[in-house]
Nanobody
Framework: QVLLAESGGGLVQAGGSLRLSCAASGRAFSLYRVGWYRQAPGKERQFVASITWSDNNTNYADSVKGRFTISRDDAKTTAWLQMNSLKPEDSAIYYC????????????WGQGTQVTVSS
């Protein structure tokens, strides 16, 4: 079983930056890919970014390209989401999720971390 914990959210002014962390524990050897998602009030959860541990391949939602950067450590314990040039529309609860090499979901949704961007 893999457990996760998101952290790093907060209140920031538009144009500011935050760095979110997603820490994994347990059967970390099975981790292949990690994804970040976000959910704003009244809206569905949406994909933000993902990265694979094997080849560092990244994917981003169009809305965050050029502003957000996803990264991970080599030990398969932590992934980060560096968020720059934040906009009020980036305000949401941010969640991470881990996947194995077959695309199988390894973790349930955590509690997430709240990001609020003021204008």
């Amino acid at each position: 079983q893999v457990l996760l914990a998101e952290s790093g959210g907060g209140l920031v002014q538009a144009g500011g930056s935050l760095r979110l962390s997603c820490a994994a524990s347990g059967r970390a050897f099975s981790l292949y890919r990690v994804g970040w998602y976000r959910q704003a009030p009244g809206k569905e959860r949406q994909f933000v970014a993902s990265i694979t541990w094997s080849d560092n391949n990244t994917n981003y939602a169009d809305s965050v390209k050029g502003r957000f950067t996803i990264s991970r450590d080599d030990a398969k314990t932590t992934a980060w989401l560096q968020m720059n040039s934040l906009k009020p529309e980036d305000s949401a609860i941010y969640y991470c999720r881990f996947y194995n090499m077959y695309g199988g979901i390894l973790t349930s949704w955590g509690q997430g971390t709240q990001v609020t961007v003021s204008s």
